[in-house]
């Protein structure tokens, strides 16, 4: 009867709606946050956080409130900022909640405008009468540079056949001005240059790098994945 009651009381608080007093509470909350990173607002962190708050940001740093908040500045002259919230998910258990969505940040350089995404999760507990993050996480979401067009000779330097281990192999063709690879198993996609040696397919963090000898033919073919690589050797 406990655990039947406790389920029923997890599903009615889980169910918390757009229209919800917390859910419009912490929205705004969250976007005053937000607004206050460009400004290099204090005031604005040092309230929302809790003292004990758990902060992981997006390059894979932890750091507690004090430090937050003491890098915390406005931007350069010459620079200007604005995040948005999108695609936003909302989780209420009474005094704790749960809000997830991405940040749609664009940054202006002396003129020159950079789009960066992040999915942030952050927890907030009722301290008080008032809500507090108590834990907060940033994950940037990585972007693929523009494709470059490369000359046929190198495409076709490429085209073969690549072995990881007997019977893993990572074949690659050409499709016109388009170079495919496909591994044992595995669909056919499409490779984007990056440069003349480094490609990439959308959809994946990693990169596939073909080496040359001094010779200048391709003799392995680097998987390569947040500085680690597996080295896939020319076997036609």
Request: aromatic share 10%; with cysteine; hydrophobic share 35%.
């Amino acid at each position: 009867m406990i655990f039947l009651q406790l389920i029923f009381a997890i599903n009615v608080f889980a169910q918390a709606t757009p229209d919800s007093a917390a859910y419009k509470q912490i929205v705004a909350i969250e976007q005053q946050l937000l607004d206050a990173i460009a400004l290099g607002n204090k005031s604005v962190w040092e309230k929302y956080l809790a003292d004990s708050c758990l902060i992981t940001i997006e390059e894979g740093q932890f750091l507690r409130k004090s430090q937050l908040v003491e890098d915390l500045g406005p931007l350069p002259k010459g620079y200007s900022g604005k995040i948005e919230m999108k695609d936003i998910h909302f989780q209420s258990y009474g005094n704790v909640t749960t809000l997830a969505y991405l940040a749609d940040e664009y940054e202006t350089i002396f003129g020159q405008t950079i789009n960066t995404q992040y999915r942030t999760t952050n927890t907030y507990l009722r301290i008080n009468g008032e809500w507090k993050i108590i834990s907060s996480e940033v994950l940037a979401i990585p972007k693929h540079p523009i494709p470059i067009e490369l000359d046929s000779s190198i495409l076709d330097s490429c085209v073969g056949e690549y072995q990881l281990a007997e019977g893993v192999t990572y074949t690659i063709t050409r499709d016109g001005n388009k170079l495919m690879g496909q591994r044992t198993g595995r669909k056919k996609v499409e490779l984007s240059a990056e440069n003349g040696s480094t490609f990439y397919f959308v959809g994946s963090r990693g990169t596939k790098v073909f080496v040359k000898d001094k010779s200048g033919a391709v003799t392995t073919m680097l998987d390569r994945r947040d500085g680690n690589d597996i080295v896939w050797k020319r076997v036609r």
